[in-house]
């Protein structure tokens, strides 16, 4: 047996979002406004059972839990049509004439079945060395997201910042999430 130092990996910053929808073809969203991200182990226990005899304790069986996701609090200094498409679904119309300029977004209906879509969260953040240079990026994914319905709120004087909740869901056989590093982040083709 051996004594061996383990790895040290020193993080920080939200560098960028991506999500892209499960579909096939699918674009992939780049969200370089995003400002925090936090994640909430989403579990199911099992109590644990304990045979007590005349006060003294025979037998027990520990307390069990179940990873059955993560639900993700993404918050995001601007508003995205494309993504609160993918995260609740709806309607985004882009003007005739210029198609990269937006003109509404329009939410689903009330009572409507239209949900969003499944898609893949990516968050990026920075590994640095002593020097305060970057070494790489940490890249956490999370599969089969899907949004929760949002609601938005404005105050004087104060730029919105729109927390979006994200539930993951791993399907059988699958990580809860996974952590690469990468020696760039994915920037836009277009």
């Given amino acids: 047996m051996s004594i061996k130092r383990a790895a040290a990996i020193p993080t920080i910053d939200v560098n960028l979002v991506t999500v892209q929808s499960n579909e096939s073809g699918a674009d992939e969203i780049i969200l ?4 925090q991200i936090q994640v909430e182990v989403q579990t199911d226990t099992e109590d644990a059972v304990r045979l007590v005899i ?11 839990s179940t990873i059955t996701g993560n639900q ?14 993918i995260l609740q679904g709806g309607t985004v119309v882009y003007d005739t004439l210029d198609p990269t300029k937006i003109v509404s977004y329009t939410p689903p209906v009330a009572g409507s079945s ?5 898609f893949t969260l990516k968050a990026y953040s920075a590994q640095y060395d ?17 949004g929760v319905p ?5 105050e004087d004087g104060v730029f919105r910042a729109t927390e979006y909740t994200i539930n993951s869901a ?3 056989g ?14 836009p083709s277009v």
């Fill in 114 to 118: 239209e949900k969003g879509k499944i």
């Fill in 54 to 64: 005349k006060g003294v304790l025979k037998a027990q069986k520990p307390e069990q």
């Fill in 72 to 85: 993700i609090t993404l918050t995001d200094n601007v508003f995205t049509p494309e993504l609160v498409k």
């Fill in 130 to 146: 002593a020097s305060g240079q970057i070494v790489n990026y940490e890249c956490i994914s999370y599969p089969n997201c899907q």
């Fill in 174 to 187: 699958e990580a809860p999430y996974t952590i690469t590093w990468v020696d760039t982040l994915p920037t």
């Fill in 32 to 35: 370089d406004t995003a400002s």
């Fill in 150 to 154: 949002i609601a938005f709120g404005a």
């Fill in 170 to 172: 791993p399907n059988t």
